[in-house]
């Protein structure tokens, strides 16, 4: 089932029940247009969680509905589509917070992985965020802090971002 809040550019695929939701900074604005996650170009999303072990094949992103029947769930902290996260500001994420606690009181994830430090420590109001599981939850879920696979995220090789997604996946699987 697809949810969708009025603000947001881009729909949640979202049902009760999951085992992980993966939640985005914000949509990109081509993602957002075509109604599709993680649809950029650059977007390393959909190759990275088939290859750690999440999907049985490569989801096209057209078909990113089909999650669900993987226990994955795709939301977005922020709802506004921009080119770049970082046009997404600290106090816009930390707005967000409540409408995200109110999805993730919903479906009840097992699991929240947010790709990216950013919207998580917004939302918490941290100042340090380490990459990994974090020892609170967020909305009942526990909470897992994954690298952007966004293209613009230099800092990870897709062959890096496929081994910190395969040790969530491993430790998502020990915890079921």
């Known amino acids: 089932m ?17 085992q992980v939701v993966f939640c985005g900074l914000n949509p990109g604005v081509d993602a957002a247009a075509a109604g599709h996650h993680f649809l950029g170009r650059g977007n390393r999303f959909w190759p990275v969680v088939y290859l750690a072990g999440f999907t049985p094949h490569l989801v096209a992103p057209q078909d990113d509905r089909s999650v669900l029947a993987f226990g994955l769930g795709l939301t977005a902290a922020v709802g506004r589509p921009t080119s770049r996260a970082d046009q997404v500001g600290t106090d816009e994420f930390a707005q967000a917070a409540a409408g995200l606690l109110h999805k993730l009181a919903w479906v009840r994830p097992e699991w929240v992985a947010f790709l990216g430090k950013a919207a998580y420590a917004a939302m918490t109001g941290k100042r340090q965020v380490d990459w990994g599981e974090q020892p609170e ?5 526990r909470v897992w802090i994954l690298p952007n696979p966004s293209g ?20 998502q699987q020990t915890s079921s």
């Open 137 to 141: 939850r967020f909305g009942g879920a």
């Open 2 to 18: 697809a949810h969708m809040t009025p603000a947001q550019g881009l729909p949640d695929i979202l049902a009760p029940g999951l």
């Open 152 to 171: 613009l995220n230099r800092g990870y090789s897709k062959e890096r971002l496929v081994d910190a997604y395969a040790e969530f996946r491993r430790a």
